[in-house]
C-alpha cells in the first residue's frame, strides 16, 4: 500500500510517498510560495537527486497537479500513475475537542475543520484546500485521512486544559488548552519507549519539539497531562518569531501605548517577537548562533532567555509527573543545537540529569543517541522526529479497517 502524506499551508504544501509495505520514503517534496508568480516545486529523485522546477501554482489545485506531475516524472517519478497510491493522509492542526483520534474525511469532518478554523486560522483553511485539492485532482473514491496535531493532547484534565477566566468563554467559545505538535510528541513518547525496552503504560516522559514553532508536553503512563502550548500555538515558552505566554497586561498596554488594533497586535506576538524581536537579528537561530558569537549581547539574551524558559517548563513537568523516566528532544533545534541541550540540562543537574557533553557536541545533522550518561537519574534523548510516518500508519489503518 502507498500511500501520500499532505501537509498544506496556505502557501506551501509539502508532501511524502510512503510504501507501507516497508514503510520506505519512494518521494518526497514541498510546493513553495503558491499563489505567487514566484511559485516552485522542489523535490527528491529516486535516486536522492535534488530537483527544482518553476510551475504555475496560483492555486493548491495547481500545487497538487505539481505533485502528480513530480510523483509519475517518467525520468524522476516513483511511480506509474496515480492509481498507485491508496490513500491520502493529511495533517491538521486544529481538531478542538472534537477529535481525540484520526479519521476518515467526510463531509461531516469536512464541515467540524472549518468551523475550527477561528482556532487556527492559518492552518485549518490551509489543510481544508488540500483536502478538496486532493478530491480534485486524484478523485473522491481515494480515501482521504485526517490526522489532527491536537487529538494526543485530549487527554489533558480539566485542571490542565482550562484558563482562569469566566467559565462562559469556555461553553460559549471553547476557549481552552488545545496544544500542537502532537503527531510529533506521540511519534517521539513511542519511539522512547521502544528504546528503554519498556511499555508507554509504564514511563513518565518529557518530550520536547524544539524548532521555529516548540512546545513541551508531559506525558504519564502514554496520556498527555500537560503540554506548553495553549489556545493556539501563541502559547508557551519563546520561539522564532512567537512571544510565547505572558502577562496579559502586556498585550493592553502595547496595544493602548501604541494605538494597536488586536490584529496589529496579534502581528507583533506571533511574527515579530520570540528570539527575532529579543535578538533583533534573525527568527533563524543559525543567525542568531553568528551573532552571539561574533559578540551581540542581545542574541546572546535571546539565547539565554530561551534556555532557561525550556528549562523551567521542563521542571514543572517533573512536578506534575511525581518524577520523571525520560526527557527527549526532537525538530529542527532539538535535533541539531548541541548549545541548546547542553545550556537546558545545566539547568536540571539539580534533578539528577547529568549529560555526555561529548556525544551531545556531535550530536546534529541526523545523528541520534542517548545524551545522558549512564549513571544519570533521567534518561535523556536525540530522537528524529517523524511525524509523516504517524500519519502514514493512522492512515495504513483506517483504510485497512473500512
Known amino acids: 500500500m502507498k500511500i501520500l502524506v499532505i501537509n498544506a499551508g496556505s502557501s506551501s504544501l509539502k508532501y511524502q510517498l510512503i510504501d507501507m509495505d516497508d514503510e520506505k520514503v519512494l518521494a518526497k517534496g514541498n510546493c513553495e510560495r503558491i499563489g505567487t508568480d514566484g511559485a516552485f516545486i522542489g523535490f527528491k529523485s529516486p535516486d536522492g537527486k535534488k530537483v527544482e522546477r518553476k510551475v504555475q501554482m496560483l492555486n493548491h489545485t495547481q500545487a ?11 525520468e524522476y517519478g516513483a511511480i506509474e500513475n496515480l492509481s498507485d497510491v491508496s490513500a491520502i493522509g493529511h495533517r491538521i492542526v486544529q481538531g478542538g475537542s472534537y477529535f481525540d483520534k484520526s479519521v476518515l474525511v467526510n463531509n461531516a469532518v469536512i464541515n467540524k475543520i472549518r468551523e475550527l478554523a477561528p482556532l487556527a486560522p492559518l492552518h485549518n483553511p490551509a489543510h481544508l484546500q488540500g483536502i478538496e485539492a486532493c478530491t480534485r485532482v486524484f478523485g473522491p473514491k481515494v480515501p482521504q485521512v485526517a490526522v489532527f496535531d ?68 508531559a506525558v504519564k503512563n502514554g496520556k498527555v497531562i500537560d503540554t506548553s502550548m495553549g489556545l493556539t500555538p501563541l502559547g508557551g515558552f519563546m520561539m522564532g518569531t512567537r512571544s510565547g505566554s505572558l502577562d496579559p497586561s502586556v498585550i493592553t498596554f502595547i496595544e493602548e501605548k501604541e494605538h494597536l488594533t488586536p490584529e496589529e497586535m496579534s502581528e507583533i506576538l506571533n511574527k515579530k517577537s520570540g528570539l527575532l524581536g529579543v535578538s533583533g537579528v534573525s527568527s533563524d537561530d543559525r543567525d542568531v548562533s553568528a551573532a552571539e558569537q561574533n559578540g551581540n549581547l542581545r542574541a546572546h539574551l535571546a539565547h539565554e532567555m530561551l534556555y532557561y524558559q525550556i528549562a523551567k517548563f521542563i521542571g514543572s513537568y517533573y512536578i506534575a509527573l511525581g518524577g520523571c523516566d525520560g526527557i527527549v528532544f526532537t525538530a529542527g533545534l532539538g535535533e541539531n543545537q548541541p548549545q541548546l541541550r547542553e545550556k537546558v540540562c545545566d539547568y536540571l543537574e539539580c534533578l539528577g540529569v547529568k549529560m555526555d ?18 549513571d544519570s537519574k533521567i534518561r535523556v534523548e536525540l530522537i528524529a522526529t517523524d511525524e509523516e510516518m504517524v500519519i502514514a500508519r493512522d492512515t495504513k489503518a483506517i483504510v485497512e479497517a473500512l
Open 64 to 74: 497538487f497537479e505539481a505533485v502528480k506531475d513530480a510523483l509519475t516524472d517518467p
Open 357 to 374: 557533553k561529548e556525544f551531545n557536541a556531535r550530536a546534529l545533522h541526523g545523528v541520534t543517541g542517548t545524551l545522558s550518561t549512564p
Open 150 to 217: 491536537t487529538a494526543f493532547h485530549q487527554t489533558m484534565p480539566e485542571k490542565a486544559y482550562m484558563f482562569a477566566i469566566p467559565y462562559k468563554y469556555y461553553q460559549k467559545f471553547g476557549v481552552r488548552k488545545y496544544g500542537a505538535h502532537g503527531t510529533s510528541h506521540r511519534y517521539v513518547t513511542e519511539k522512547m519507549a521502544e528504546l528503554m525496552g519498556k511499555k508507554v503504560k509504564e514511563l513518565k516522559l518529557i518530550t520536547c519539539h524544539i524548532g521555529n514553532g516548540s512546545s513541551i508536553t
